[in-house]
């Protein structure tokens, strides 16, 4: 079963890569989305505090805003080799779960971009605040999945 539908329509398509120059800096892969914000990610609870600086302060309904997010390959992670980090606004908001990330990391892969950050929108839900009652902030990426 693939997780994911086909993440690019042709390996370093000038419409979903941005070349980065000859540094160190890693091509980054544009994830076209559909809308649909299917993929939660996790660990947020732990990222709680980075996630209402992005969203500013709680508010009683919450919020539902829209960010771009960077799926960023984290090759050196001491619990998991193959683990994505998301980061937004430049700070840590969670990791693609271990499942998912084996598979993001095949679909870079196959479009002939094995090295590269990804970039899609996310979508930030929760964090309302009612009384002595707080409500955790989620994310969600705009990544086609089956």
């Given at each position: 079963?693939?997780?994911f539908k086909k993440l690019f329509?042709?390996?370093?398509?000038?419409?979903?890569?941005?070349?980065?120059?000859?540094?160190?800096?890693?091509?980054?892969?544009?994830?076209?989305?559909?809308?649909?914000?299917?993929?939660?990610?996790?660990?947020?609870?732990?990222?709680?505090?980075?996630?209402?600086?992005i969203c500013g302060p709680r508010?009683?309904?919450?919020?539902?805003?829209?960010?771009?997010?960077?799926?960023?390959?984290?090759?050196?992670?001491?619990?998991?080799?193959?683990?994505?980090?998301?980061?937004?606004?430049?700070?840590?908001?969670?990791?693609?779960?271990?499942?998912?990330?084996?598979?993001?990391?095949?679909?870079?892969?196959?479009?002939?971009?094995?090295?590269?950050?990804?970039?899609?929108?996310?979508?930030?839900?929760?964090?309302?605040?009612?009384?002595?009652?707080?409500?955790?902030?989620?994310?969600?990426?705009?990544?086609?999945?089956?």
């Amino acid at each position: 079963m693939s997780f994911f539908k086909k993440l690019f329509s042709s390996p370093k398509s000038d419409q979903q890569v941005n070349e980065a120059p000859k540094s160190e800096e890693p091509d980054l892969a544009i994830l076209p989305g559909n809308g649909e914000f299917d993929l939660q990610v996790v660990g947020e609870s732990h990222y709680q505090e980075a996630l209402e600086t992005i969203c500013g302060p709680r508010t009683r309904q919450g919020v539902q805003q829209e960010h771009t997010a960077l799926l960023i390959l984290e090759d050196h992670n001491p619990y998991d080799k193959k683990a994505v980090r998301v980061e937004i606004d430049g700070k840590q908001v969670g990791y693609l779960s271990r499942e998912v990330a084996k598979l993001y990391r095949q679909q870079l892969k196959a479009g002939g971009m094995p090295k590269a950050n990804g970039q899609c929108q996310a979508l930030i839900k929760g964090g309302w605040e009612r009384g002595d009652n707080k409500g955790s902030y989620g994310v969600w990426l705009d990544i086609p999945v089956q």
